[in-house]
């Protein structure tokens, strides 16, 4: 069984970045897709971007397309999503969750974590 933590959110400017860490306990986190999704206030939730269990392809939603990166490092069971030039429009609370599939559907995820805030002020 997969447990997920999200961390590393806060406030930050508008411009600013952040890095979030998503880490993961179990022996099996390298055989999963892993996906970060966010859910801002009176809104749905929303698909972020994936990576691969070798991390050898990303996806991303286009409002942070060339803004966000995941990264992953199977050896410590944790993956990243750093966030850079952010926008008020992406505060939200952050989750990672795991799949079997390529997917960006949230339905196809999960061992959801608790999420992390990251709020934007402008």
């Known amino acids: 069984q997969v447990q997920l933590v999200e961390s590393g959110g806060g406030l930050v400017q508008a411009g600013g970045s952040l890095r979030l860490s998503c880490a993961a306990s179990g022996r099996t986190f390298s055989s999963y897709t892993m996906g970060w999704f966010r859910r801002a206030p009176g809104k749905e939730r929303e698909f972020v971007g994936y990576?691969?269990?070798?991390?050898?392809?990303?996806g991303y939603t286009d409002s942070v397309k060339g803004r966000f990166t995941i990264s992953r490092d199977n050896a410590k069971n944790t993956v990243y999503l750093q966030m850079n030039n952010l926008k008020p429009e992406d505060t939200a609370v952050y989750y990672c969750a795991k799949s079997s599939i390529l997917t960006r559907s949230p339905q196809s995820y999960s061992s959801w974590g608790q999420g992390t805030q990251v709020t934007v002020s402008s």
């Open positions: 990576i691969t269990s070798s991390g050898a392809y990303t």
